[in-house]
């Protein structure tokens, strides 16, 4: 058997070793409202419960204030799966979690203007 690529999670032949909705124990509905621009952060305190490995994954890519989208992104695991996991460490105090600062004028003219000038440079 070829050696996982990507930890415990990945094989390069067999690809996910563990389905999704067993990382989530089934659950698809996380208990902290996480949104995928909230930003979590572990607190340095260790989770009294005994959590999954995909939880202590989750919990190690959360040194700074990370993304949830971009957690997911790294655990190549569905957003609502990360969701879940997450919120797992928030309720035992292993993480933090920030809901994203929303802008409020999200259409600012003079964003999207830059933007659009950034997309004519790159053609």
Excluded: F
């Excluded at 067993?22 to 930003?39: H, W």
């Excluded at 957003?79 to 797992?88: E, N, P």
């Amino acid at each position: 058997m070829p050696a996982p690529k990507d930890g415990p999670l990945l094989d390069d032949a067999a690809g996910r070793l563990i389905r999704p909705y067993t990382v989530s124990g089934g659950r698809t509905r996380p208990t902290a409202a996480l949104d995928l621009l909230s930003l979590v952060m572990a607190t340095g305190n260790a989770p009294l419960a005994q959590l999954g490995p995909e939880h202590s994954l989750a919990l190690g890519l959360c040194d700074g204030p990370t993304s949830v989208a971009e957690i997911s992104a790294h655990l190549r695991l569905p957003a609502v799966v990360t969701k879940v996991l997450l919120s797992d460490l928030v309720e035992c105090g292993a993480l933090t979690a920030r809901a994203p600062r929303r802008n409020d004028t999200p259409t600012d003219r003079s964003l999207l203007e830059a933007v659009l000038d950034g997309l004519r440079r790159r053609l």
